[in-house]
């Protein structure tokens, strides 16, 4: 007796639930740094292209497709338009007893093989510090935790239609 299993489906899934259809290749041009164009928002040198490869990573290590430099069935463009240094609780001689870390990127997408998954979205997170710490001493951290959550929200948003 032989046991038949068929799969069949709207897309080619991967293990790790990202639906790239029919595309087999995407690109990533490296977003630029506009956070200083946001009221409060400061320079970081180097962070467009930290969170770029970021965003490359994500999509490499959570579909077979491949990354081209240009003309790719799905691409994501966009800028980083938030980058800020908060207080966020106070102690009871009105200072900072923590910090918050916040990025945000404005990102469009989009999907030459199914235009109707188009989008232009605006991603942020953030990371809470104690106050007694320098963003130097925590940077590190915070952005891969920052970077981790907006790429997996921009993964999700773009690839993961269940």
């Known amino acids: 007796m032989a046991l038949t299993l068929s799969l069949s489906g709207c897309g080619v899934y991967n293990f790790t639930g990202g639906n790239v259809g029919t595309a087999t290749t ?38 077979s497709l491949n990354l081209v430099s240009s003309g790719g ?12 240094i908060s ?4 102690t009871a001689q009105q200072t900072a007893a923590q910090n918050r870390l916040s990025m945000a ?26 106050d007694n710490l320098q963003l130097s001493a925590v940077k590190d951290e915070a952005l891969e935790v920052i970077f981790e959550r907006i790429t997996q929200d921009i993964f999700n948003a773009s690839l993961a239609d269940w």
Do not use: C, H
Request: hydrophobic share 35%; aromatic share 18%.
């Open 26 to 63: 995407f690109s990533v041009p490296r977003f630029q740094n506009y956070a200083t164009q946001s009221p409060g928002s400061t320079f970081e040198p180097g962070l467009d292209r930290d969170f770029t490869l970021a965003l490359q990573d994500r999509i490499q290590n959570q579909t």
């Open 73 to 84: 069935d799905l691409l994501y463009e966009g800028e980083i338009v938030e980058f800020r």
């Open 87 to 90: 207080p966020m609780s106070a």
């Open 105 to 130: 990127v404005k990102v469009r997408f989009y999907n030459k093989t199914k235009e109707d998954a188009d989008f232009d979205q605006r991603f942020s997170f953030f990371y809470d510090y104690a």
